[in-house]
């Protein structure tokens, strides 16, 4: 029996690229002995996004897709995807090309080996230099302090199985950090180098302010660094009070006559101010994660299924 790859899509303005996704994916995957889908997911898009693989699924009915009712993000997105997904094995991917079409056969080659998930792992990865240095150490910062070890240099590409995506779909947490949840599923992984390509058309929505979104989920769902940094530092700041008052005491008992005076006074008690709100800021931000946590609500909110049975999966 053929096995069924359904491809995993998550979209955000990109009509630029979608046709050239499509036709290039749909190259590689005909010569391989497999069924397939395409599970789009659009996030939100304002452009003809949607309008486009609603033309191009009335003659293709592998073409699936999943219109979201508003921007989720990226992770939603995603998870959309791997919930309507039908395949024996599912294929994450994004639609820009960066991670080249022609790597897929070597994704199911092996995977066929009997690997649960397979990493795409980027030999270079084609971005400015302060994107790879942001990368390097947000990757490194992250495997230091959770334990997750995720591979170094991982794509957005990956291969995994129907198990694998089912045990993934139990985490209904809605703080997402998608590598994340990857590796708290755990079993039986392996890594695929691939050569990484410039972007087909278009620009990156993953900026600045989004990077460092999800540097924070990252962060603040898989580790307690936050709170035992504000710990330490509240410790360090105690021992230098102490110290400050002992050498304050001595010099004023054995060598200086001195009359302390107000500023340093209202220097001490704003310094101590802003320390309380930033450790009551760490604390906020747990508390809000908890917060989103137990009112429960359904992690995606879809406005339109094309080609799809929206009992499917679910």
Known sequence: MRKKISLAV?????????????????????????DYEYVFVDDGSKDQTVAILKEQAKTNPRI??????????KAFAATAAFTYATGDYILYMDPDLQ??????????????????????????????????LYSKVFWGTLNKYTGLEIPK??????????????????????????????MKVGMHY?????????RFAGVS????????????????????????????????FVILGILALAGLAIAKWFFIDFQAGWP????????????????????SLYIGRIYKEAKNRPLFSVKEFVNINQHENV
């Open 190 to 198: 392996t890594t695929l180098e691939i050569d990484q390509r410039e």
């Open 153 to 182: 240099g991982i794509a957005v590409m990956r291969m995994f199985t129907r198990e694998f995506a089912q045990n993934l779909l139990q985490y209904k947490e809605t703080n997402r950090f998608v590598e994340g949840l990857f």
């Open 205 to 236: 929505k993953f900026n600045f302010r989004r990077k460092m979104q999800l540097a924070f989920d990252a962060i603040f769902d898989f580790s307690e660094l936050p709170l035992k940094f504000a710990v330490r530092l509240g410790f360090l």
């Open 10 to 34: 998550p979209v955000y303005y990109e009509q630029e690229v979608i046709l050239q996704f499509l036709k290039e994916t749909k190259a590689v995957l005909d010569t391989l002995p497999v």
């Open 264 to 283: 340093s006074l209202v220097s001490v008690i704003v310094v101590g101010i802003g320390l309380q709100l930033f450790f009551l800021g760490i604390v």
């Open 99 to 132: 991670d080249p079409p022609h790597e897929i056969p070597r994704f199911f080659e092996t995977i066929e080996q009997g690997f649960d998930l397979v990493w795409g792992i980027r030999k270079e990865k084609k971005d400015k230099f302060l994107n790879r």
């Open 64 to 73: 699936k897709m999943v219109v979201l009712s508003y921007n989720h993000g």
